[in-house]
Nanobody, 121 residues
């Protein structure tokens, strides 16, 4: 059983920074893709950033230049460094990791429990 544990959310003022972490525990052969999503009150969950096992990254336009995603393949951990935070970044942030339990099984999706990020004006 694979579980994702997130940490690092909190309350910050406009212009501030936070760093989110998401670690996978349990037996997993390989994590191939790591993503962050967020969901603001009354809105649908939206994509924030992605990093592949090879280090290729992509970001939502709304966070480009402010957020940086990184990963540690040896620890099955993904990070999201968030700088110059704005009130519109307020949301619950969810980690998603896509990987294989064994070398012969296809990828499966795993989700974290979510961590609240609140940016005050």
């Amino acid at each position: 059983q694979v579980q994702l544990v997130e940490s690092g959310g909190g309350l910050v003022q406009r212009g501030g920074s936070l760093r989110l972490s998401c670690a996978a525990s349990g037996s997993v052969f390989r994590i191939n893709i790591m993503r962050w999503y967020r969901q603001a009150p009354g809105k649908q969950r939206e994509f924030v950033a992605v990093i592949t096992r090879g280090g290729i990254t992509n970001y939502a336009d709304s966070v480009k230049g402010r957020f940086t995603i990184s990963g540690d393949n040896t620890k099955n951990t993904v990070y999201l460094q968030m700088n110059n935070l704005q009130p519109e970044d307020t949301a619950v942030y969810y980690c998603n990791q896509q990987g294989q339990l064994t070398s012969t099984l296809p990828d499966r999706d795993y989700w974290g429990q979510g961590t609240q990020v609140t940016v005050s004006s």
